[in-house]
């Protein structure tokens, strides 16, 4: 892939390692202090910036460190799912506990399943550190500072590879993705999602991207997001009746809303797949 005549900066991506890893330690602090919805959601999204990083960085400094920081930002990432799909499946039934009374059965259930949840993962993120992803970033930054003008030629090629890879994968999953295989458009939000934190954080160092528009693809991950909520509520269902935390004929009805729900937003969302070409990072 051509560059074009850009440049990328060792400094302004030095720079980008150096904030993300502040980002993700005071994340981390913080959800030590308290942990709250709020502070689990701003440690999750500073996890999801520092793999879009990994993925830059295995091309930029290929070697075990940052393939094993990728395996382990996944693993931090993925304690987490029990509980977001807890609070998913909270936020989802407040809109059914009022006109289905009996529903408050299943609300109490998640209600002492988030308690468990929170006290379980409560106790494994105070035991974090953030020593081993710091060692691997600092070392990274030392380097890009020492790189020497025909080096630091390397690295534009390396963004622009990162950049289309990653867009490449998205274009491909979003020809795949169908109505009525819900699993195509789940993977096409990850891929897509994935790439949005790639562009935020190359923004600096890859000039073309100026041009993409990133609110527009919040709200196209949102939309995309909104599906797979309707996914978790769903399971969601399936275990209270399980569980009898859930009469069987409330359970009908909360899932004939929420499938005419996910309906909805299959549509919505399959019919704005038409603009993906518009994210494109450039030449």
Not at 51 to 63: F, N
Not at 233 to 258: D, F, H, W, Y
Request: aromatic residues 4%; charged residues 30%.
């Amino acid at each position: 892939m051509k560059s074009a005549g850009h440049k990328t900066s060792p400094q302004l991506l030095a720079r980008a390692i150096r904030k993300l890893r502040h980002r993700y330690r005071d994340r981390l602090d913080r959800c030590q202090r308290e942990f709250s919805p709020a502070a689990v959601h701003g440690l999750r999204i500073a996890t999801r910036r520092l793999l879009a990083l990994s993925d830059l960085l295995e091309l930029v400094a290929a070697r075990k460190s940052t393939h094993k920081l990728r395996r382990l930002l996944k693993q931090r990432l993925d304690a987490f799912d029990d509980l977001r799909d807890n609070q998913v499946q909270q936020k989802f039934l407040a809109e059914f506990v009022a006109a289905a009374p009996d529903a408050k059965a299943i609300e109490r259930w998640l209600r002492r399943r988030e308690r468990k949840l929170i006290q379980h993962l409560g106790s494994d993120v105070k035991a974090l550190r953030p020593g081993r992803i710091e060692r691997v970033l600092k070392r990274t930054e030392r380097e890009l500072a020492q790189l020497s003008d025909r080096e630091a030629g390397t690295l534009t090629p390396k963004v622009s590879r990162a950049l289309h890879n990653s867009f490449t994968k998205v274009i491909n999953l979003g020809r795949l993705a169908r109505a009525d295989r819900v699993r195509t458009i789940h993977r096409l939000r990850i891929a897509f999602k994935h790439h949005r934190y790639l562009c935020e954080l190359a923004r600096p160092l890859w000039p073309p991207l100026a041009k993409v528009d990133l609110k527009a693809m919040h709200r196209l991950q949102t939309l995309l997001g909104e599906v797979q909520d309707c996914e978790v509520m769903l399971a969601g269902i399936r275990s209270a009746v399980g569980k009898e935390a859930l009469a069987p004929a409330t359970a009908r009805r909360m899932k004939q809303q929420v499938v005419h729900r996910r309906e909805h937003r299959i549509k919505t969302a399959l019919a704005k797949l038409n603009g993906l070409r518009n994210f494109a990072p450039g030449p």
